[in-house]
T-cell receptor, first 115, second 116 residues
Framework: EAQVTQNPRYLITVTGKKLTVTCSQN?????MSWYRQDPGLGLRQIYY???????DKGDVPEGYKVSRKEKRNFPLILESPSPNQTSLYFC??????????????FGPGTRLTVL | GDSVTQMEGPVTLSEEAFLTINCTYT??????LFWYVQYPGEGLQLLLK?????DKGSNKGFEATYRKETTSFHLEKGSVQVSDSAVYFC???????????????FGQGTILTVHP
């Protein structure tokens, strides 16, 4: 089954404790992206990757890191989490970055709480 | 910058009622437009899309028409069901050729609850 998977689905942590949220897709997509969802704000892009070893900042990159060593994986790293990073996080992928009407496929989400 | 504005929710309807969720956009170019749906506890799924003016996207009884003159992409369904209860997001993607990076710009989402 074609899908985007994320782990963990739920995570409660404390300020300053490094964490990684994994994302993997099995569709051979070139483009991957991380979004965070906050009430009243919709989804905002954190980082994206056009292909292996190519990553760039989205609209809200502060406090996050990413890497793209393999095509299928795109982990999100919080080196020193803070309470304002409490949010619902989504990983997404698409075949290509550009093109008209290019559909993005979303993972199930990771709900992160930073105390 | 590019932006999407959705009607404020939540929206509560009875089964078989008519649904409209308004969406308007601002974009510097000529975007593709999408409606995504998020069912409770799940990720976003593409509901429908339109890539050029006057295109109508449709799926599962939902429809939306790309109106360039009013910069709108309103979502409609003639008869909602309880199973349509979800959060609906309007989004745009602006393809700028070589400089495009695939970002979707989302509205804030509209919560729809349908009662039997």
């Amino acid at each position: 089954e074609a899908q985007v998977t994320q782990n963990p689905r739920y995570l409660i942590t404390v300020t300053g404790k490094k964490l990684t949220v994994t994302c993997s897709q099995n569709m051979n997509h070139e483009y991957m992206s991380w979004y965070r969802q906050d009430p009243g704000l919709g989804l905002r892009q954190i980082y994206y990757s056009m292909n292996v070893e190519v990553t760039d900042k989205g609209d809200v990159p502060e406090g996050y890191k990413v890497s793209r060593k393999e095509k299928r994986n795109f982990p999100l790293i919080l080196e020193s989490p803070s309470p304002n990073q409490t949010s619902l996080y989504f990983c997404a992928s698409s075949l290509l970055a550009g093109g008209f009407g290019n559909e993005q496929f979303f993972g199930p989400g990771t709900r992160l709480t930073v105390l | 910058g590019d932006s999407v504005t959705q009607m404020e929710g939540p929206v509560t309807l009875s089964e078989e009622a008519f649904l409209t969720i308004n969406c308007t956009y601002t974009a510097t170019g000529y975007p593709s437009l999408f409606w995504y749906v998020q069912y409770p506890g799940e990720g976003l799924q593409l509901l429908l899309k339109a890539t050029k003016a006057d295109d109508k996207g449709s799926n599962k009884g939902f429809e939306a028409t790309y109106r360039k003159e009013t910069t709108s992409f309103h979502l409609e369904k003639g008869s909602v069901q309880v199973s349509d209860s979800a959060v609906y997001f309007c989004a745009l993607h602006l393809y700028a050729g070589g400089t495009s990076y695939g970002k979707l710009t989302f509205g804030q989402g509209t919560i729809l609850t349908v009662h039997p």
